[in-house]
């Protein structure tokens, strides 16, 4: 596994599963972190993300994040940000704004 200090994002790499509800960032084929969702019918309701912590401050929760509202995205769904991080990440990257809609919505 490569070290905390070397990560790039191209080492990371974002899957959905389904099974557990949550998107995972896999480090040689490791979940190091994961943002779990809930579904509704076109709206996709992050509610938590976590970093393994030898790995907090690299840059892991940021690709987790882009590639999970990518991937939203490519979906067609929309976001409800109640997940600190995740609404964190959008405000500093308003190009994903589009895809916010109200809780209630």
Do not use: W
Not at 74 to 83: A, F, L, T
Not at 90 to 100: E, F, G, Q, S, T
Request: hydrophobic residues 35%.
């Amino acid at each position: 596994m490569a070290s905390p200090d070397e990560i790039t994002s191209d080492d990371i790499a974002v899957v959905r599963n389904d099974d557990r509800q949550r998107y995972e960032a896999k480090l040689d084929g490791e979940v190091v972190g994961h943002t779990r969702f809930q579904t509704r019918p076109g709206t996709v309701v992050f509610v938590h993300t976590e970093v393994d912590p030898a790995y907090e401050g690299r840059g892991v929760g940021s690709e987790l994040a882009r590639a999970a509202l990518d991937d939203v995205r490519r979906r067609g769904e929309n976001v409800v940000p109640r997940c600190p991080f995740i609404a964190d990440y959008i405000k500093r990257h308003p190009d994903y704004a589009d895809l916010v809609v109200d809780a209630a919505g």
